[in-house]
């Protein structure tokens, strides 16, 4: 049986942290869909195009994982691509009670043929989120330590080009 399993974000930017993860779970199955949503509600500084890329860009060395874009439903999305489960991270107890409710939701939207897989963050990597990045990176701050080098040019070039 080929066990492939979805990790899903909006991914604007991918970070370290979210790399950890795919790492791990590349390592434990045979295929994973990184699943990088349109997510119009958070009206992302990246387009889908740009953030399905830099997925793509940061996990060429693995390959097992495979970086494609996606909008509506995630449960539809991961029956369509035949997965037998969601990978989320959570990185603390505030981060808890969403993921069970979201794990629940999921589950029968998918008519109970998909689970959750929930991943404890790398401890050094726990505190991080693609908005903190952004935030520090547009006040001048040093993200090389959170984020794959694509990223860190992507987003160069992207200030270059609104200056
Ligand atoms: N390392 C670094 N950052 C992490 C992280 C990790 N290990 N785990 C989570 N994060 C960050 C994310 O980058 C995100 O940061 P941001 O808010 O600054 O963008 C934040 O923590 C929240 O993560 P998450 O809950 O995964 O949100 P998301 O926006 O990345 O992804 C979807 C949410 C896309 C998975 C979800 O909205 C979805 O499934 N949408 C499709 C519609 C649907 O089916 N909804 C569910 C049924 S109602």
Redesign the pocket.
């Known amino acids: 049986m080929n066990r492939k399993v979805i990790y899903?974000?909006?991914?604007?930017p991918i970070?370290k942290?979210?790399l950890?993860?795919i790492q791990r779970a590349a390592s434990l199955f045979d295929q994973v869909i990184v699943?990088v949503?349109k997510?119009p509600s958070?009206q992302p500084l990246f387009s889908l195009e740009e953030r399905t890329a830099l997925v793509s860009e940061s996990c060429l060395h693995l390959s097992n994982v495979q970086a494609v874009g996606f909008s509506?439903?995630?449960?539809d999305f991961a029956l369509e691509h035949q997965a037998q489960a969601l990978i989320?991270?959570i990185?603390g107890s505030d981060?808890l009670e969403?993921e069970i409710q979201?794990a629940q939701?999921?589950h029968k939207?998918a008519h109970e043929h998909l689970e959750t897989i929930f991943f404890p963050?790398a401890v050094e990597?726990r505190y991080?989120?693609?908005?903190?990045v952004?935030e520090i990176y547009k006040h001048h701050g040093d993200i090389s330590h959170f984020v794959p080098l694509c990223v860190l040019n992507a987003l160069a070039l992207k200030s270059n080009k609104e200056n």
Do not use: C, E, V
Request: proline fraction near 3%; charged fraction near 20%; aromatic fraction near 6%.
């Open positions: 899903a974000g909006t991914f604007d970070t942290g979210h950890d993860i699943a949503a997510n958070k509506g439903l995630l449960a989320r991270g990185r981060d969403y979201l939701l999921n939207l963050p990597l991080i989120s693609s908005t903190m952004r």
